[in-house]
């Protein structure tokens, strides 16, 4: 008893440390996460609000543009994920064992463009790929080559904003990559030389297996991340052409502020939230099995 | 230990407490002593772009807020009841709804807003506004035209105090006209020329065939987007040049018949023929006017304001220098097609009786001084006294004149415009891409739209009073 006493006298001190961080904590994210699944039961308009109970979410099922946006998430994280994966992958194991400068040179031009604010990246895109008075059109219709409108076809939309965002966002893996990768033990590697394995057995068997949690780490965040794809959308395509590239987050950003349905907006906002919730659990548990 | 941690987290969460009572405590209190006897009371303005400089597009420094920030000093100067601070804030036309939605939801919405009383229609109906009707003196009456007191009136009130309008219409570039061999067509400087369907179609034709190529690099014929709502007016305006009606009686949208099938087949096909911009469904009026003034455009779409901007712009050298005129957009049957925007200023319901007042008494104050109103000659004046006394310097007042007979009522006034707006560049952009057919998009915007109107009826104060 007294032993347990004294556990909880030196335990208490820790949790008063971490009291005003948990405050905040409760303050700004755990309130905004119950406030927003109850607001998505009501109607909200400007002179009050009134309760309608699911009503907002059969909406949402009934709406196309919604399911059309939710597609296009999906598809968004499989491949942005899928592809940044596996490219940093490639690039790390590529690099990591080689010369300390030229690693940072690579290190450094994949990471430029993620120090670079989306929207910057976005202006410049739209700039080349403005169908009327960007770069790449101009210069494709000078050389008299058949000009396609990448912005404006919808089976080409999709590829674009998958590139860009990929194009921006994959240096942050590469040196997570590339960090773990210089961390493993040499002695694994010289154990294999020995054994005459080669470079590829090496990377599949050895390398790849030793930076697994950095690999369900880059999965994750970038899972979350690529959820709230929004900026390339807003700047770029505005959703078009006809829906064609409109995401969970940006319908949620029209609801929310263009039309002023603050109800069904809560509502997206609470499936995004459990469709990151769902995907995130099977990784979080095999990263704490260990 | 543990005494020592508690007395800190105890004195932590007592600083927060206090911290956050210091906040409420400003915010509820609307004026302070400012030392000489007279409250303080701080107001904000906010605006899109409209006009630059006070009086003229000329003046040094000129920019969107300079009338504004004049008339507020001004204000302060004069207004003996407080002392007033008036912040001006420009907005892009864009981010209004963002802005103000956000700003609404959060308690927080600016005391005044100067704007096209268009876009602005639907904060009356949501119940944001207070209605201007005390502020409205005879004198404003008999001076500003009826038509124009229709415009801004929602129910039985008055929530916008009409300064000036603008009425929408193509421009086009008269230089690259004579390039093209098209001379016949061109208009005089001072006057709004109208073509015929059949003209306007050779006029395009024209231009993509015969546009010196070595003189206007990458230009095309006619300027159309469909990327988002902004400037959506003019799609609206080619939606009629059929003949359709576009609302029926009851305020429900009436455009799914074969004039509206007609008028989309009719965009399509100059687009189709390369008679416009390429890749519309992702282009901007924002950009279609940037590559107007470029010259990469014959014929664009414009307003008063726009018009004069460019002028002034061309001007000031930031712009190089060419014929820009005025035409009507065309229809079939030969009458232009013609509509204003009137902009005028609203009061916000911020809940605090002495902001709403004051911000009233500043409204009443730059609508109706004498010196003041003469700058809604940069856009068309409401005000028949000023139009009168700028006639001979702007001759086009008489031509937007003479085109009132062809207006039309773009907004219909009907509840949920803004969200109304947001279901029209979709289709375009479907049927743009070959995703729908005319007959398609037009049913789909028919239905999408009446779907808007009805729910919105539903919330709106006015219609349920």
Request: charged residues 20%; proline residues 4%; aromatic residues 12%.
């Amino acid at each position: 008893m007294k032993k347990n006493h004294h556990a909880l006298k030196r335990n208490l001190t820790g949790y008063l440390f971490i009291t005003p961080q948990l405050f905040f904590f409760c303050l700004f994210l755990v309130y905004p996460i119950f406030e927003g699944i109850r607001l998505s039961l009501y109607k909200i308009n400007y002179q009050g609000m009134s309760f309608i109970g699911f009503d907002n979410y059969i909406a949402l099922f009934n709406d196309p543009v919604f399911i059309k946006s939710t597609v296009n998430t999906i598809i968004f994280v499989i491949v942005i994920v899928a592809l940044t994966v596996v490219f940093s992958l490639f690039v790390a194991s590529a690099i990591f064992d080689k010369n300390a400068r030229y690693v940072s040179f690579i290190r450094g031009s994949y990471y430029i463009p993620v120090m670079v604010s989306m929207v910057v990246m976005s202006m410049i895109w739209s700039f080349l790929l403005n169908p009327a008075n960007g770069l790449i059109p101009f210069v494709a219709r000078e050389l008299e080559f058949p000009v396609v409108n990448f912005l404006g076809d919808k089976n080409l939309v999709l590829p674009v904003v998958i590139f860009v965002t990929f194009a921006t966002n994959v240096g942050q893996a590469i040196i997570l990559y590339i960090a773990a990768m210089i961390g493993v033990p040499k002695e694994l590697f010289e154990a294999a030389e020995i054994d005459g394995a080669n470079r590829r057995q090496v990377i599949f068997k050895i390398l790849i297996p030793s930076v697994k949690p950095i690999t369900l780490y880059i999965v994750i965040i970038n899972i979350i991340a690529v959820l709230k794809i929004f900026v390339v959308i807003q700047l770029l395509t505005g959703g078009g052409p006809n829906n064609a590239s409109t995401t969970l987050m940006y319908f949620l950003y029209n609801n929310a502020f263009k039309y002023n349905q603050l109800g069904i907006a809560s509502a997206v906002g609470v499936i995004m939230f459990t469709i990151a919730l769902l995907l995130s659990i099977p990784q979080l548990r095999s990263m704490f099995k260990k | 230990m543990l005494k020592k941690s508690l007395l800190a987290m105890v004195s932590f969460i007592l600083i927060i407490t206090v911290l956050a009572a210091c906040g409420d405590e400003n915010e509820k209190k609307s004026s302070t002593d400012s030392g000489n006897g007279k409250d303080t009371v701080e107001l904000s303005l906010w605006l899109t772009p409209q006009w630059k400089g006070v009086l003229d597009g000329s003046e040094e420094g000129a920019d969107y807020d300079s009338f504004f920030k004049h008339a507020a000093e001004r204000f302060s100067e004069e207004y003996d009841e407080y002392d007033v601070k008036i912040n001006v804030e420009v907005i892009a036309g864009d981010q209004r709804d963002e802005m103000l939605n956000v700003n609404l939801n959060g308690g927080t919405p600016p005391d005044m807003f100067f704007e096209s009383v268009f876009a602005m229609g639907d904060y009356a109906h949501r119940g944001a506004l207070v209605p201007l009707n005390d502020i409205v003196d005879d004198e404003a009456k008999s001076d500003i035209a009826e038509n124009y007191w229709e415009t801004v009136t929602f129910g039985d009130d008055v929530y916008f105090y009409p300064f000036s309008h603008m009425p929408g219409t193509m421009v086009y570039n008269a230089d690259m006209f004579k390039a093209a061999g098209l001379e016949s067509y061109i208009g005089s400087e001072d006057s709004i020329k109208t073509w015929s369907l059949e003209e306007y179609e050779e006029i395009l034709q024209g231009l993509k065939e015969n546009t010196p190529s070595d003189q206007y690099s990458n230009a095309f014929p006619m300027g159309l987007y469909a990327l988002n709502n902004q400037a959506d007016t003019w799609n609206l305006a080619y939606l009629r040049m059929f003949g359709n009606e576009f609302f029926g009686e009851d305020g429900s949208l009436v455009v799914d018949d074969e004039n509206g099938a007609k008028a989309l087949a009719w965009l399509k096909k100059i687009y189709d023929d390369g008679l416009t911009n390429p890749g519309a469904e992702s282009v901007s009026s924002n950009d279609v006017n940037a590559m107007f003034q470029n010259q990469q455009l014959g014929i664009s779409f414009t307003n008063s304001v726009l018009y004069n901007n460019l002028q002034a712009d061309m001007e000031n050298g930031n712009v190089a220098e060419f014929d820009a005129r005025l035409a009507n957009i065309p229809s079939e049957s030969g009458d232009p097609l013609s509509f204003t925007y009137v902009t005028g200023t609203a009061v916000f319901d911020t809940g605090d009786e002495t902001r709403i007042k004051v911000s009233k008494d500043f409204v009443k104050f730059f609508s109706t001084d004498p010196e003041l109103v003469k700058s809604s000659k940069n856009g068309v004046p409401v005000r028949t006294t000023v139009a009168d006394q700028y006639k001979d310097e702007n001759p086009l007042f008489a031509a937007y004149d003479e085109n009132a007979q062809y207006m039309f009522s773009f907004t219909g006034n009907v509840p949920g415009y803004s969200e109304l707006r947001q279901v029209l560049y979709p289709e375009l952009q479907a049927l743009y891409i070959g995703d729908k057919t005319p007959e398609e998009a037009i049913a789909a915007y028919q239905e999408k739209g009446n779907e808007v109107i009805e729910k919105s009826k539903a919330d709106s104060v006015i219609y349920n009073q």
